[in-house]
């Protein structure tokens, strides 16, 4: 069963959008790994995830039978509230099993056009890929079988668009950040998939 992250780690790291009614999208925009992801292929079974909405006059995310619209969904969603807002996001519903069906999203963008998008997790992730820029000779030995970890999955709604991000934090033989004992690893945060509706 999925479980809620109660709190965040306490270890801090130093990381590195007119028209009428949209009909169901399809999924094109699948953004290629970074190389080292793909050097170093680290696969996941269970994920976790998370959502949040921005610039909409209503949203509406539903994944994994959950409700992930942190606001009413029937009321406006405020702009992001900073430019760096993304390193400050959760997935805090943890350990979803590889792959529920797709997220189900509906919104209002500010100029008051209707859309509804079905993301499927499954097609985006389909090679089951952990994203990372961590090279082999960097990478400290961190776990042992067929699977790594569970990343954390987040999809945003802005306005037009829906972008879909995910990191895990990788662990390095080396500081991050010269002489700070805390930056051994590396939890970069990839967009994977975005669509402008």
Known sequence: MP?????????AFVLLTTGCQ??????????QPP???????????VHN????????????VVYNHKQFAPFSI????????????????DAGFIGIENFPSPAIV??????????????DMAKIFKEQLIWHKVPKSDMADFY???VAGEPDIF?????????VFMWMLIPTKTEQVPGNKLSYGRDDRFLVWTHTY
């Open 3 to 11: 479980r809620f992250r109660s709190a965040m780690l306490p270890l």
């Open 22 to 31: 949209t009909a169901m999208s399809t999924q094109t925009d699948t953004i």
């Open 35 to 45: 190389p080292e992801t793909l050097a170093v292929p680290l696969k996941f079974a």
């Open 49 to 60: 995830f998370g959502a949040a909405c921005y610039n909409t006059l209503s949203c509406s």
């Open 74 to 89: 029937d009321k406006p969603s405020p702009p992001p509230p900073s430019p760096d807002y993304r390193k400050n996001w």
């Open 106 to 119: 509906q919104w209002t963008s500010l100029d008051g056009a209707k859309h509804e998008s079905k993301v």
């Open 144 to 146: 042992s079988g067929p």
């Open 155 to 163: 999809l945003e709604v802005n306005d037009h668009a829906i972008n």
